[in-house]
């Protein structure tokens, strides 16, 4: 009798350890479950993680970069329309605060700063920025004192003249490939660049139409200073990444927006507006 209840007493005991030993597992199971359900929610947040570029341009090249002073961060066309374009990417936009030109190419190379926002093409660039599609087209041209004109038919027109070029300024590769052909000063803003040329320091001044235009009118300059007739050139503006940046996978959603907006009219009413009231 005392037999039958001992092997009776173990049955139980075991019965019950069988018991604790399949909750357990469920329990395991049930931990296991925990960590995959986190792990998709936590792609689910990373699949709405807002990317951040930052961009910059040269700072007074209206209306594309307003002129500010060096530290200061600028509005301007180029990044209005950069922000429309980078619309769909879940990626926000930061404008930098104003460096001098020749810093921000080397930033721009160096990925320390994302997108360089206003650059015209040449060679030597496209070796090592990567070029969007143009969003504007700038007409380039010659500068000079009021009574100090010249004909300005040709390139060789301006062979052994001295031309007043904004320092790291580049205005195409024609222009580019004769400078060994012209005495070559590098004032560093336009403010120095018009004291020269009105002091008898340059033949002429080279830039931009509508950014030249825009900070004559803004400093009273327009009745001492004359446009030549003839633009030396007209060069499509773009955006700029290094070729290693590791944003460039935006660049085709930034082109196509580019394509819509040039087709649609938007991006020559963004440059007018911009343009129209920094000049009234």
Known sequence: MKNLRLVFFILILSLITLSCSNNSEKSIENNNDGPYVEEDINSDSDSDQVNVITALGSNGWMPYVEEVDEG???NGAAFIILEKALEGTNTTLEVQPTIPWARLLELVKIQKIDVLAGIYYNSERAEIYEYSEPFAVDKVSLFV???NEFDFTQIEDLKGKTALVLAGGSYGDEFDAYKENMIIKNPL?????FEMLLNGSGDFFISANNDVIT???RNNLESEVITLDRPIAENNVYYVMSKDNPHIDLLPHINSR???????GEL??????F??????
């Open 145 to 147: 004192k009021k009574g």
């Open 275 to 280: 343009l129209d009231s920094a000049t009234n």
């Open 215 to 217: 900070y004559l009118v």
């Open 268 to 273: 020559d009413q963004i440059l007018y507006d």
């Open 189 to 193: 803003t336009k403010k120095e660049g």
């Open 258 to 264: 580019i394509i819509e907006m040039r087709d649609s």
């Open 72 to 74: 200061v961060v600028p």
